[in-house]
């Protein structure tokens, strides 16, 4: 795999996976099996990570508002993301999985990595969110701050620092409650291919759409 060079690369990369259902619906098959068809792809996202050097990316497993649906589907989700940290496992990369652990519905095997923990040599920092809601993630600051003016300090994913590139597939164009405070200011590029269809130019389109914007941050 040749990598292209960049002239500027984002310090942090967020990627919302969409699209596993429809996938499997096209190739007739079940819903659920698309997601065990998204695992790969997030393992070639880290390996070009490391080859672009690219510090940082946060990968979106599953939402709360995910576990709404058919139960054949939550855990077929959940044991996506269990596999998905197993091979991660067996990179270098340092993992931080955030997410209501309090819930049945964050998968049990995953509670090791609410710490972040180090595999290898590290070389990539990489946030899995597995079981986060948008409010859970805000009102846990509120709950955990005696001056409500710093909540931001507190909120459960406050390890995780502002996204640069939020990359998004499947051809949606929304957030779906990503990580509100790191995303402010998130440039988004959205890929109308479906997830289990992931291409590596599918990063290299995204990346070289990020060199041509304008960096404000409001300013």
């Known amino acids: 795999m040749e990598v292209p060079k960049f002239k500027r690369l984002p310090r942090h990369i967020a990627v919302i ?9 096209d190739k007739g098959l079940e819903k659920y099996e698309g997601y065990k068809h998204g695992i790969e792809p997030g393992v070639d996202v880290y390996d070009l990570c490391v080859s672009l ?6 990968f979106f497993g599953f939402t709360q508002d995910n576990t709404k649906r058919p139960k054949v589907q939550v855990e077929a989700f959940s044991k996506a993301c269990i596999d998905a940290v197993e091979k991660l496992s067996k990179k270098d990369a340092e993992l931080l999985v955030v997410g209501d652990s309090d819930s049945n519905m964050f998968p049990k095997e995953l509670l090791p990595y609410t710490q972040r923990t180090k595999f ?10 597995v079981n986060y809601g948008w409010y859970w993630d805000l009102n846990y600051g509120y709950k955990n701050s005696t001056d409500k003016d710093n909540f931001l300090e507190n909120i459960a994913s406050h390890e995780i620092p502002r996204i640069d590139l939020v990359i998004r597939w499947g051809g949606r ?10 995303s402010v200011y998130s440039d988004i590029y959205v890929i109308d291919d479906m997830w289990p269809d992931f291409k590596h130019e599918h ?12 960096i404000t941050l409001g300013g």
């Open 17 to 25: 996976p969409d699209g596993n259902r429809r996938w499997a619906q």
């Open 53 to 58: 050097g690219i510090e940082e990316f946060t």
């Open 120 to 129: 290898g040599n590290g070389k990539v920092k990489v946030n899995f969110l």
């Open 173 to 182: 164009r929304r957030l779906s409650g990503i990580l509100p405070v790191q």
């Open 203 to 214: 990063i290299f389109e995204a990346l070289e759409w990020y060199q041509n914007q304008d």
